[in-house]
């Protein structure tokens, strides 16, 4: 009777950096490029990494992430995101003074993606 073994933990730095990275790049490709810009191209940019880290980690190895592995990726993806993004408030903050509303669109537009990230794998977590 062979007993099965628990899972090893996955590296999970690799994938947040690679989700970073695609954030940057598709920004730039669709805000420079393509054009395109607004809360709508943000939210698009989320879902599109947020889908692609999740079927990657489960074509990878084949299960759903530990919940660890959910924490760690979840941290380093929006704790780089997060200071890329207070890098870009201090440019602002040189520029010009943004108001409340500018703050709180700055803020949403950062949000998305470390939340989008954690929703696609906790529904990755409950399919498996």
Do not use: C
Not at 89 to 111: C, R, S
């Amino acid at each position: 009777m062979s007993q099965l073994a628990a899972p090893t933990r996955a590296p999970m730095t690799r994938l947040a950096l690679s989700g970073v990275a695609a954030v940057i790049l598709l920004n730039l490709l669709l805000r420079s490029w393509v054009k395109l810009g607004g809360v709508l191209t943000t939210l698009l940019i989320a879902i599109t990494v947020a889908g692609a880290m999740a079927l990657w980690f489960a074509w990878r190895h084949r299960r759903a992430p530990m919940p660890s592995e959910r924490r760690h990726l979840l941290w380093l993806y929006g704790g780089v995101l997060g200071l890329l993004y207070l890098g870009l408030l201090g440019m602002m903050l040189l520029k010009d003074e943004p108001g409340p509303t500018g703050l709180l669109i700055f803020g949403l537009h950062y949000f998305s993606y470390p939340f989008f990230a954690w929703l696609v794998f906790a529904k990755l977590a409950k399919r498996h």
